[in-house]
């Protein structure tokens, strides 16, 4: 990206990030109290900025090159609880109370209706 969007975000937390070639990072929104991992979504410095001020999940729409809110028009909202970044600064962790479902499919989740066949691995050692 040659011309990066304006952001608002605190300089100290923008030179943290790694971000793609379009200036995205991906944020994960797990559910706050249970764990549960609900989406995957792409936050610029802006969107970032924007959830760490409103309290509201804000992320770059890559189909429609714009910021969303999520639920802002589904009424599927996410409520942020915390949001940190990994050890690289190349992934964001938000964590979330989910107001609905999370996938634009209507699942609550993005991961609940495709598993993939996968062995099982067990630790050496681990209690059976």
Same mark, same amino acid.
């Given at each position: 990206?040659?011309?990066?969007?304006?952001?608002?975000?605190?300089?100290?937390?923008?030179?943290?990030?790694?971000?793609?070639?379009?200036?995205?990072?991906?944020?994960?929104?797990?559910?706050?109290?249970?764990?549960?991992?609900?989406?995957?979504? $792409?936050?610029?410095?802006?969107?970032?900025?924007?959830?760490?001020?409103?309290?509201?999940?804000?992320? $770059?729409?890559?189909?429609?090159?714009?910021?969303?809110?999520?639920?802002?028009?589904?009424?599927?909202?996410?409520?942020?609880?915390?949001?940190?970044?990994?050890?690289?600064?190349?992934?964001?962790?938000?964590?979330? @109370?989910?107001?609905?479902?999370?996938?634009?499919?209507?699942?609550?989740?993005? $991961?609940?209706? @495709?598993?993939?066949?996968?062995?099982?691995?067990?630790?050496?050692?681990?209690?059976?």
């Amino acid at each position: 990206m040659s011309d990066p969007r304006p952001s608002n975000l605190d300089p100290k937390i923008a030179d943290r990030l790694k971000r793609d070639p379009d200036g995205l990072v991906p944020a994960i929104a797990q559910q706050y109290d249970t764990g549960e991992v609900l989406m995957l979504g $792409w936050m610029d410095d802006e969107a970032l900025h924007r959830t760490l001020t409103t309290g509201r999940c804000t992320y $770059w729409s890559r189909s429609r090159q714009e910021y969303w809110v999520k639920g802002e028009t589904s009424g599927h909202q996410q409520w942020v609880k915390s949001v940190a970044l990994d050890c690289d600064g190349d992934a964001v962790l938000v964590k979330v @109370d989910q107001v609905g479902a999370a996938c634009h499919t209507g699942d609550r989740t993005c $991961w609940d209706a @495709d598993v993939l066949p996968a062995a099982v691995g067990e630790r050496p050692g681990a209690p059976s």
